[in-house]
T-cell receptor, first 115, second 112 residues
Framework: GAVVSQHPSRVICKSGTSVKIECRSL??????MFWYRQFPKKSLMLMAT?????????EQGVEKDKFLINHASLTLSTLTVTSAHPEDSSFYIC???????????FGPGTRLTVL | AQRVTQPEKLLSVFKGAPVELKCNYSYSGSPELFWYVQYSRQRLQLLLR??SRESIKGFTADLNKGETSFHLKKPFAQEEDSAMYYC??????????????FGTGTQLKVEL
């Protein structure tokens, strides 16, 4: 079945640096991927919708210059957290849309810690 | 704006007891409702969606448009049901492959 991977699973970085997180659909093509952020013991908050070959659509309140999304191929979307600060520390989860099944499949998440 | 409310953060039941996880929604369009489950140390996965009208792992959920609810039920809880459950909403025209709004989740703990 449809599998989505994320890399890295865990990353620790210094404040002011940039971090890139990859989301891959392993056995299907995904024209649409989604990026979520999950705070401890809280819900998943949609950050943006990533569309292959076009600009991402960001949710209200999400800084597009801070959270750069690139969806350069049908199996890969990347989220870059630029100039990371401690408040960006969170669990970032991606999902990919499998069109035939009309379903989103989720990655395992990436734990970002900014020191 | 669309909103999904799960009033219970934690629900603890004994094995064999009935389970009901509550979910209410607010949406001006035509909603499609989902339940997702996240077992310990695993990724989020779809449990069921209202349009399929399936029973998965003994769980069922009926969309009640009058009460704007989509409660998840199971007549007899099993230990392996312990997990985090999220209710989610999408627009029925765009379906499950598109933008989802999640509730805050309910942690179900099934005790022996």
């Amino acid at each position: 079945g449809a599998v989505v991977s994320q890399h890295p699973s865990r990353v620790i970085c210094k404040s002011g640096t940039s971090v890139k997180i990859e989301c891959r659909s392993l056995d299907f093509q995904a024209t649409t991927m989604f990026w979520y952020r999950q705070f401890p013991k809280k819900s998943l908050m949609l950050m943006a919708t990533s569309n292959e070959g076009s600009k991402a659509t960001y949710e209200q309140g999400v800084e597009k210059d801070k959270f750069l999304i690139n969806h350069a191929s049908l199996t890969l979307s990347t989220l870059t957290v630029t100039s990371a600060h401690p408040e960006d520390s969170s669990f970032y989860i991606c999902s990919a849309r499998e069109r035939r099944m009309d379903e989103q499949f989720f990655g395992p998440g990436t734990r970002l810690t900014v020191l | 704006a669309q909103r999904v409310t799960q009033p219970e953060k934690l629900l603890s039941v004994f094995k064999g007891a009935p389970v009901e996880l509550k979910c209410n929604y607010s949406y001006s369009g035509s909603p499609e409702l989902f339940w997702y489950v996240q077992y310990s140390r695993q990724r989020l996965q779809l449990l069921l969606r209202h349009i399929s009208r399936e029973s998965i792992k003994g769980f069922t959920a009926d969309l009640n448009k009058g009460e704007t609810s989509f409660h998840l039920k199971k007549p007899f809880a099993q230990e392996e049901d312990s997990a985090m459950y999220y209710c989610a909403l999408s627009d029925i025209l765009t379906g499950g492959g598109n933008k989802l709004t999640f509730g805050t989740g309910t942690q179900l703990k099934v005790e022996l």
